[in-house]
């Protein structure tokens, strides 16, 4: 059974951080590239943060380089990540998204968890 389970978010205050995690099961977690994407209400789906399957290489939206850290542990199945300086504009729900082409296409996505920034 392929699961996909995000924690961690919660409320925040304007400029404070966040960890989130998502720890997955029920398929080979070190072949597939694991990501952060985020909604709001009203738009469209963006991506977070992307991190290749050995961590060897991240990527990041314009607007969260520098304040947010993805990082991955292979051994525990588990990605993360850690949001600093946080803003409202960074409210949405968060969720993990897992991808590989190895053996063809195949992608999971979690259930998100919610993210509020708001003092």
């Known amino acids: 059974q392929v699961q996909v389970v995000e924690s961690g978010g919660g409320l925040v205050q304007p400029g404070g951080s966040l960890r989130l995690s998502c720890a997955a099961s029920?398929?080979?977690?070190?072949?597939?590239?694991m990501s952060w994407y985020r909604q709001a209400p009203g738009k469209e789906r963006e991506l977070v943060a992307a991190i290749t399957l050995a961590g060897g290489s991240t990527n990041y939206a314009d607007s969260m380089k520098g304040r947010f850290t993805i990082s991955r542990d292979n051994a525990k199945n588990t990605v993360y990540l850690q949001m600093n300086s946080l803003t409202p504009e960074d409210t949405a729900v968060y969720y993990c998204?897992?991808?590989?082409?190895?053996?063809?296409?195949?992608?999971?996505w979690g259930q998100g968890t919610q993210v509020t920034v708001s003092s």
């Open positions: 998204h897992a991808l590989t082409l190895v053996g063809g296409w195949s992608d999971y």
């Open positions: 029920g398929f080979t977690f070190s072949l597939y590239a």
